[in-house]
């Protein structure tokens, strides 16, 4: 990935202050504001590169559409269910957490809940604030071989099992991605939801909240739980349907609940804040000293690495750049870009576009694994779009923008000898172009032009003109009049190998025509590109 510019980043919450001085130290330019109310986030946003948020900062589609410089959003905390991911990535705006920033005192949370739950510290502590000692009213349970189920086996589950085996419980589990001997390795038995609910005494959520997961925990499934069992919510608002919980306790089918975390926060319904069986917290999982540093740390720190092209951590939404952080993929990526780019100028005037068929050949590790990562594809969209798109396309937003364009797009790899190879063919306006360009010499450079093989490889650099036209003995000085005296110097020329009628030729020129139809007498088509 070629390093990104940032100059500006707003801070517009508390975080540690370690955040602001890595970003300082390294030349970026910070500016916190607490508190802004969404108008005030609104007319300013625009001033600024980066914005850092935690969790109360809601970054929706209206500020991202006045974010008009703005190339990341970085959370300070696991979780980006606060900023409208889908917004920023059809803006080509990096969304980034710190996946492991408060894993642990999450999980310490967790415990301290189940904990509270099993001997009903919190409540015992309240009764004996009121001057009362009752002994009978608190008496609790055991935890030791009690049946835990862990539902998202992430970083904080695992972290929530292993502390919680060393109560003696067993720990089951559940998530969709974990591979089953995976979790197994740290003493956690995966099973199927309809398996995990009926067989625990207590459960603990650990998702992400996203339509799969909302109200995961609702009237049917604590049905088929066991009667009493106990559940714990220190990840999102909203797995746990409050109101079936609420009347799952009241039935006595839930025995209790601990709660970090609630659909509205703070919650207008109390209901369950004042339920007896209910210990609630005000959003606390990530309130350790220790979190809070090392959130601010590795967001500032990923900013950083990612402006200076090191590597990309934690982005939700930008996995084409994963490859993109070798010397080498940043040639294959201007490769594609110029192609893409060459493409739009040829097809400049036929519309719509309807088609790309991207083609990699060779043995190089670099192009099987552009054949495999996609960013071949996303950088030849962003040269063939970037002329074409009121939203500035980029190796983010760029498939969204082709697919919304119904652009069919279509990507395969191949093993041939030789140097790497990347072919792209357009259909637009029911017409065919063809490009072929490889890495030579560490410059991308052109080889082929719908069907004319050039002598030699085209550099895809500086301004280039490409025209159709019958090779005869007087075409270059005939060009070369016309360019000068409309005040552009031939720097170059490059003719193909072979002569079919009308072949494609290309000259440097010392800057672009103003107006391409002043070749029409002397060619039969015309292209021309900076790059």
């Given at each position: 990935?070629?390093?990104t510019s940032i100059?500006s980043v ?7 202050p370690r955040?602001?001085?890595i970003l300082e130290e390294?030349g970026?330019?910070?500016?916190e504001?607490q508190n802004?109310k969404k108008?005030e986030?609104?007319?300013?946003i625009?001033l600024y ?12 589609a209206?500020?991202?559409?006045a974010?008009?410089?703005?190339k990341?959003?970085g ?9 409208d991911?889908?917004a920023a ?7 980034m ?5 408060n894993t642990?005192s999450?999980a310490?949370?967790t ?8 001997r009903n510290?919190?409540?015992?502590v ?12 608190f008496m609790?349970s055991?935890?030791y071989?009690?049946v835990?189920?862990i539902?998202?086996?992430?970083r904080i589950g695992?972290?929530?099992?292993t502390?919680m ?15 089953l001997e ?5 003493g ?5 939801l ?5 067989l625990?005494?207590?459960i603990t959520?650990h998702t992400?909240?996203m339509?799969s997961t909302?109200g995961?925990l609702?009237?049917n499934?604590f049905a088929k ?14 797995i ?9 306790l009241e039935?006595?089918?839930c025995g209790?609940a601990?709660?970090d975390?609630f659909?509205?926060e703070?919650p207008k319904n ?10 609630c917290?005000?959003?606390?999982g990530a309130s350790?000293?220790e979190a809070q540093?090392r959130?601010g ?7 950083v690495?990612?402006?200076k ?7 939700v939404?930008?996995q084409v750049?994963?490859g ?8 294959l990526i201007?490769?594609g870009e110029?192609?893409?780019a060459?493409?739009q100028s ?6 719509p576009?309807s088609?790309v068929?991207?083609t990699?050949?060779?043995e ?11 960013y071949?594809?996303?950088a030849?969209?962003v040269g063939?779009l970037?002329q ?6 980029n190796?983010i937003n760029?498939?969204s923008l082709?697919?919304?364009k119904?652009?069919e797009?279509?990507?395969t790899?191949?093993a041939?000898e030789g140097n790497g ?8 306006g029911g017409?065919s172009?063809r490009?072929s360009g490889s ?5 991308p450079?052109?080889?082929e032009?719908n069907?004319?093989?050039f002598?030699q ?7 280039l ?7 005869g003995?007087q ?8 360019l000068?005296a ?5 720097q170059?020329f490059?003719?193909?190998?072979a002569?079919p009628e009308?072949p494609w ?5 010392s800057?672009l025509l103003p107006?391409?139809s002043?070749?029409?007498?002397s ?7 900076q790059?």
């Amino acid at each position: 990935m070629a390093p990104t510019s940032i100059k500006s980043v707003l801070i517009s919450e508390s975080v540690d202050p370690r955040c602001r001085a890595i970003l300082e130290e390294n030349g970026i330019l910070v500016t916190e504001k607490q508190n802004m109310k969404k108008e005030e986030l609104i007319a300013e946003i625009g001033l600024y590169d980066g914005l850092v948020v935690r969790s109360a900062t809601k970054v929706t589609a209206d500020i991202i559409s006045a974010a008009h410089n703005l190339k990341i959003i970085g959370r300070a905390g696991t979780g980006v269910d606060n900023v409208d991911v889908n917004a920023a990535t059809h803006k080509g705006i990096i969304v980034m957490n710190t996946p492991s920033g408060n894993t642990i005192s999450a999980a310490e949370l967790t415990c301290a809940l189940l904990m509270s739950l099993s001997r009903n510290v919190p409540q015992a502590v309240m009764s004996m604030k009121e001057g009362n000692w009752d002994r009978k009213k608190f008496m609790g349970s055991e935890l030791y071989g009690k049946v835990l189920g862990i539902v998202g086996l992430g970083r904080i589950g695992k972290e929530v099992a292993t502390r919680m085996q060393a109560f003696g419980m067993k720990t089951v589990g559940y998530d969709p991605i974990t591979p089953l001997e995976v979790s197994a390795t740290w003493g956690v038995e995966q099973m199927s939801l309809e398996q995990l609910w009926p067989l625990c005494d207590y459960i603990t959520v650990h998702t992400p909240l996203m339509p799969s997961t909302v109200g995961l925990l609702n009237d049917n499934t604590f049905a088929k739980c066991k009667k009493g069992v106990k559940v714990v919510n220190c990840a999102r608002g909203g797995i746990i349907d409050e109101a079936a919980l609420l009347r799952a306790l009241e039935s006595g089918q839930c025995g209790g609940a601990g709660l970090d975390v609630f659909n509205e926060e703070p919650p207008k319904n109390r209901s369950l804040v004042d339920h007896p069986n209910v210990i609630c917290c005000p959003h606390l999982g990530a309130s350790t000293k220790e979190a809070q540093a090392r959130c601010g740390e590795d967001i500032a720190q990923q900013i950083v690495d990612m402006v200076k092209g090191k590597n990309l951590v934690g982005a939700v939404n930008a996995q084409v750049l994963a490859g993109t952080f070798s010397q080498e993929s940043h040639l294959l990526i201007k490769l594609g870009e110029s192609l893409g780019a060459l493409l739009q100028s040829c097809s400049a005037d036929k519309k719509p576009l309807s088609r790309v068929q991207i083609t990699t050949q060779g043995e190089t590790a670099s192009l099987t694994c552009f054949s495999c990562t996609g960013y071949m594809k996303s950088a030849v969209l962003v040269g063939l779009l970037s002329q074409d798109c009121e939203c500035r396309p980029n190796l983010i937003n760029v498939l969204s923008l082709s697919k919304q364009k119904e652009i069919e797009v279509s990507q395969t790899h191949g093993a041939s000898e030789g140097n790497g190879v990347c072919k792209v063919e357009l259909v637009a306006g029911g017409c065919s172009y063809r490009v072929s360009g490889s890495v030579q010499g560490g410059a991308p450079v052109l080889l082929e032009l719908n069907g004319s093989v050039f002598r030699q490889p085209i550099a895809l650099c500086g301004n280039l003109l490409f025209f159709r036209a019958s090779g005869g003995p007087q075409l270059l000085s005939s060009m070369a009049g016309v360019l000068a005296a409309n005040g552009v110097e031939i720097q170059s020329f490059s003719a193909p190998t072979a002569h079919p009628e009308d072949p494609w030729h290309c000259v440097g020129v010392s800057s672009l025509l103003p107006d391409l139809s002043v070749l029409k007498p002397s060619v039969k088509d015309a292209a021309q590109l900076q790059i």
